[in-house]
């Protein structure tokens, strides 16, 4: 992996834990979940990084606003050695955005005490380098999975809400199967169901049906069995170009990782996990 780019998305991190404590401070958590590959790497020591932070409101979803939460996320912000350039919020009728975009101070100080010595060359990063965060929220999640709490140590402790793991599967693979990106491939998704599949957890099948039949993959009269999802998945692996997909993952990697999930990603080895899934619900 390029030196520069893992630095990145080392930065990057911590701008991602230094908004959740700010939103976890402002009692977000109350009545908003957690999810998606973000959730994986920081709250289950995911081997990837990821670029922004998903969230799943679970009450009063037809008031909210990331309004209230704007002041404690810039001032979280410069409190851990960033400096705001700029707070963009994105209204959706289901998935309200918030974009943060923040700038290193000059003094990179702020960032070494987080990384053993010699760990990364955090001086290589230039202070003025631009590092972006978006934040969505889903008002509409067909679910209503039971939140359960985590804990964050760093920057400092605080807790989050999240989903059961079988739950966080059952989205992930509805973006596995059914992901919308023109001639892309979101080879993060597929990434993040071998960490699923080699921590043998079962996934949700009857979350999976919900989302299925609210985006209009799946008819209301229809049931979505173990045999029906098998042979969804089969059709999607013969249909993907691996390659692609590995070229997104790649760059968000453990450097030692690489060449073995390269070799992970081809339709033959990705056929042979349609009798790994376990199910639940």
């Given at each position: ?5 893992h ?7 911590d ?15 109350v009545k ?6 973000t959730a ?25 606003s ?29 998935t ?15 960032r ?10 955090i001086d ?23 939140p ?18 079988p ?10 199967l ?6 892309r ?9 071998l ?6 957890i ?33 059709e ?36 042979r996990?349609v ?6 619900g």
């Amino acid at each position: 992996m390029n030196t520069m780019r893992h630095l990145e998305n080392v930065l990057r991190e911590d701008l991602q834990r230094v908004i959740l404590l700010a939103l976890s401070r402002e009692r977000f958590f109350v009545k908003n979940a957690f999810y998606g590959g973000t959730a994986l790497r920081l709250l289950y020591g995911l081997r990837r990084s990821s670029e922004d932070l998903d969230f799943v409101c679970l009450e009063g979803c037809e008031t909210f606003s990331w309004d209230p939460f704007l002041p404690a996320v810039g001032k979280s912000a410069a409190a851990f050695g960033f400096s705001v350039s700029g707070i963009e919020l994105k209204p959706g009728q289901s998935t309200p955005k918030m974009l943060v975009s923040v700038m290193l101070r000059e003094s990179l100080s702020n960032r070494r005490r987080y990384y053993s010595h010699g760990q990364y060359l955090i001086d290589a990063v230039h202070a003025h380098k631009k590092v972006m965060v978006r934040l969505e929220i889903d008002l509409d999640d067909p679910c209503h999975s039971e939140p359960v709490t985590e804990q964050v140590l760093l920057p400092a402790p605080f807790l989050v809400s999240t989903f059961q793991k079988p739950d966080l599967f059952a989205g992930k693979m509805h973006a596995v199967l059914f992901r919308s990106w023109r001639s892309r491939v979101k080879g993060r998704d597929w990434f993040d169901m071998l960490w699923y599949l080699g921590q043998e957890i079962p996934l949700r099948i009857e979350c999976l049906e919900r989302k299925m039949k609210q985006s209009g993959k799946l008819e209301e009269r229809v049931s979505l069995t173990q045999d029906l999802f098998r042979e969804h998945y089969v059709e999607v692996c013969r249909r993907v170009n691996f390659r692609k997909a590995f070229d997104d993952v790649e760059p968000f990697l453990e450097e030692e990782d690489v060449e073995l999930v390269k070799d992970a990603f081809t339709e033959e080895r990705m056929l042979r996990l349609v009798d790994r899934f376990r199910f639940e619900g």
